[in-house]
């Protein structure tokens, strides 16, 4: 097994951990499922939660606006100079021009999860915790360090003006849905406890307040990839 796997399913069983997972209760849980027929119908009913309980439930209702004829989810666990975000959009246009498709006749769903959460974060949150230098951000067109949140680049920070109309901001007001995974996020909440010395509940909010607005947050970013494939979009790994 590679370093680097080791690593992401480290960081993995921290996260649950964190979350308040009592990691060592699942394979009594799995063993006590009840078998046959009960099995088929309520699996997973006594397993624990293994993610983020949400102040209000999760909204699922932005499966109702998938109702273009292509629809397609694009997962993000990277930030990858926001490439995953450039890339939908760019695909969608690639329709429009090569198969004459309708714009209402296309279904974005854009998911950022892991690594890729921070693109979820207004200019302020990358501002106020560094997050260009902690995740040693990269430009997409220069490829040069940055500071700025390489999803909502403009005109003025060297993007061509074809891809900064592409940005993450500009493709929400368009109706793209965008996801973000909650056990990432929770990443986002702790840098912010730890940056401004808050307590639990006070981060969580104030990293909400500096979520983009529009960005529909989900238990998981691979929950979020597996329904939107339920609802009909194809998968594509885009970072």
Partial sequence: MSAIIRADRRAFLQR?????????????????????TDAHRQPFERLPRVWPAPAEPYDVSWTKKLTGRHKAVYDSPDVSGGLAVYRA????AQYVEV????PRDISNVIVLRHDGIVLAMNQAFWDRYQVGALKKVLHPMTEQPTTKNPALLTVADDMPPFLADLALDKQLARGAVVLACALA????????????????AAAD???????????????????????AQEAGCVYVRAS
């Fill in 16 to 36: 649950l951990t964190v979350s308040g997972v009592a990691l060592g209760a699942l394979p009594g849980a799995l063993d006590a499922m009840p078998t046959g």
């Fill in 89 to 92: 959009g760019l695909v969608a």
């Fill in 99 to 102: 198969l004459k498709a309708s």
């Fill in 185 to 200: 996020f929770s990443d986002m909440v702790a840098l912010v406890a730890k940056a401004d010395g808050l307590a639990d």
């Fill in 205 to 227: 909010a104030k990293a909400r307040s500096m979520l983009l607005p529009g960005i529909i947050m989900q238990p998981s970013g691979v929950f979020a990839t597996s329904v």
